[in-house]
Each structure stands twice: as structure tokens, then as C-alpha cells.
């Protein structure tokens, strides 16, 4: 079973950072893909960022240019550094991982608990 664990989330005022850590535990597993998404009351939950095993990138627009996820393969880690931050991005921050069972070799989607993330004006 692997799991997903995130921390970094809080309280900042406008125009502050914060950064996000996502670590999976486990056995017998590789991460593939991983990402973050966020989910505002009242709204869907949308992807934010999202990288390839191989370092590849993709970002919402609304984050470009002001966010950057990143990972570390040893560690089974993602970040994401989030700079600039405005009001309208809070929200909670779930982390998502592809990951390959190796004794399986079966692959699952996971999600992490959330983090808040609060930005105010």
C-alpha cells in the first residue's frame, strides 16, 4: 500500500510564499506521474502543476510563472514552491501520484489528505 503524505500548508498574506511537500511511503512501488491540485468551497478541484518521472512540466495558467513543482525520484517526493500568492488561490492543495505496483506491476492513482493553503488580502 502506498500512501501520500503533505505538509507545508498555512495562513500567508498576499504577494507571500509558501511551499508544499508531498512524500509516498510504501514498498515495492514506483511513482510515475505526480501532480497538484486544488479545490476551493464551492468549486471542482483543478489541476495546478504536474511532472513526469522524467522532469517534464505542465501548469494551469493561472499559476504560470509564479508556482514551480519539482521532485526528488529517491526521495518519492513533489513540491511545489509557490511565490507571488494571491487571495484567489486559496484553497485545499491535494497531491496526486500515479505509481506502478513492482510486484504487480498493476498501476493506481492515489491522493494525498490535503493542505490548506489561506492567502489574505
Known amino acids: 500500500q502506498v500512501q501520500l503524505v503533505e505538509s507545508g500548508g498555512g495562513l500567508v498574506q498576499a504577494g507571500g510564499s509558501l511551499r508544499l511537500s508531498c512524500a509516498a511511503s510504501?514498498?515495492?512501488?514506483?511513482?510515475?506521474?505526480m501532480g497538484w491540485y486544488r479545490q476551493a468551497p464551492g468549486k471542482q478541484r483543478v489541476m495546478v502543476a504536474s511532472?513526469?518521472?522524467?522532469?517534464?512540466?505542465n501548469y494551469a495558467d493561472s499559476v504560470k510563472g509564479r508556482f514551480t513543482i519539482s521532485r526528488d525520484n529517491v526521495k518519492n517526493t513533489v513540491y511545489l514552491q509557490m511565490n507571488g500568492l494571491k487571495p484567489d488561490d486559496t484553497a485545499v492543495y491535494y497531491c496526486?501520484?500515479?505509481?506502478?505496483?513492482?510486484?504487480?506491476?498493476?498501476?493506481?492513482?492515489?491522493w494525498g489528505q490535503g493542505t490548506q493553503v489561506t492567502v489574505s488580502s
Open positions: 511532472i513526469t518521472r522524467g522532469g517534464s512540466t
Open positions: 510504501g514498498s515495492r512501488f514506483r511513482i510515475n506521474g
Open positions: 496526486n501520484a500515479e505509481y506502478l505496483n513492482l510486484d504487480t506491476y498493476l498501476s493506481r492513482a492515489i
